[in-house]
């Protein structure tokens, strides 16, 4: 069965850290672009990161830069999302996804995501 489960959303107070994950299953995630959004309530999906299937040069948004890190264990076949210096304003919905051979940047279309989480809460308190 394919699949993607994210988890260690949870509650946190700003300046905090939090670590997410995704378990990928029925897939290898190196053969694969993986990438995370967020989704707070009343907005748009957002993009926050992502990780080309080369496993290099990872690509943020502006909001999260040098605040948020992805990184890949092949091993264990996992995506993780380290954030650190949580702000009210991430608070959300963290989704990862994966596209097969997708990259970490890309132009005006996006990659098609092949999979998708169900979501894990982030509530970031003031």
């Known amino acids: 069965q394919v699949q993607l489960v994210e988890s260690g959303g949870g509650l946190v107070q700003a300046g905090g850290s939090l670590r997410l994950s995704c378990a990928a299953s029925?897939?290898?995630?190196?053969?694969?672009?993986m990438y995370w959004f967020r989704q707070a309530p009343g907005k748009e999906r957002e993009f926050v990161g992502g990780l080309g299937w080369t496993g290099t040069f990872p690509n943020y948004a502006d909001s999260v830069k040098g605040r948020f890190t992805i990184s890949r264990d092949n091993a264990k076949n996992v995506v993780d999302l380290q954030m650190n210096s949580l702000k009210p304003e991430d608070t959300a919905v963290y989704s990862c996804?994966?596209?097969?051979?997708?990259?970490?940047?890309?132009?005006?279309?996006?990659?098609?995501?092949?999979?998708w989480g169900q979501g894990t809460q982030v509530t970031v308190s003031s």
């Open positions: 996804a994966a596209a097969l051979y997708g990259p970490a940047r890309w132009g005006k279309s996006q990659p098609r995501y092949d999979y």
């Open positions: 029925g897939f290898t995630v190196r053969n694969y672009g």
